[in-house]
């Protein structure tokens, strides 16, 4: 497991180092979830496998924007993206404060409203960086993102719309962790009263 992370590490460097030629604003979210690793890894917030875990989503999320473009090619790609990173926000903040919230109900609700939070706040910075930066964020749009204007490129989802679907799928992955989250917890409930 350690040689895995160490090569997530060693990916995520490259990665910025790589995106500083193409859309020097994008790097700075990967230099930015760069050093969010580090952080959870050497303060030991996760365990583990649920680090592991996190580091392949965010390894596909690199892949499915920088590397293979997935969001340009694939109509859905961004929404799939969204839904689980609804589902990996919760997870996040469920294993970040688990040790402090005995209410385990409590602790899913409150990251259910954690990553709807996330969520939001992600679409304002997709706002700002196209309103201020030029960079094309918002809307879903098939062919080359960079030179949009005048390469053939076309927006199939228009921005406020995509900004919309965008926080509902995220609502949905949210979702479906909170009735993963409590299914569980009764499942486990039923099985302690059972022994």
């Not at 180092?17 to 604003?25: G, M, N, Q, T």
């Not at 679409?123 to 960079?146: A, K, L, N, W």
Request: proline share 3%; hydrophobic share 50%; charged share 15%.
């Amino acid at each position: 497991m350690d040689y895995f992370i160490y090569l997530f590490w060693a990916f995520l460097a490259f990665t910025v180092i790589y995106d500083l030629f193409f859309v020097p604003i994008r790097s700075v979210y990967w230099f930015a979830g760069f050093l969010f690793a580090l952080f959870l890894y050497y303060k030991k917030l996760l365990p583990k496998p649920v680090y592991v875990f996190m580091a392949c989503i965010f390894v596909f999320q690199v892949f499915g924007e920088l590397y293979f473009e997935f969001f340009y090619n694939i109509a859905n790609y961004d929404k799939l993206d969204h839904f689980i990173s609804g589902i990996e926000f919760c997870i996040l903040f469920y294993y970040l404060f688990g040790q402090k919230v005995e209410n385990k109900r409590y602790l899913i609700l409150t990251a259910f409203l954690f990553s709807l939070s996330f969520s939001y706040a992600w679409e304002m910075v997709e706002y700002i960086s196209d309103t201020y930066f030029g960079t094309t964020t918002v809307g879903v749009i098939m062919g080359d993102p960079i030179d949009y204007v005048g390469s053939g490129a076309q927006m199939i989802v228009p921005q406020y719309e995509d900004t919309i679907l965008d926080m509902f799928y995220s609502f949905l992955g949210a979702l479906s962790f909170v009735f993963g989250g409590l299914t569980f917890l009764k499942f486990k409930k039923k099985k302690t009263k059972r022994t």
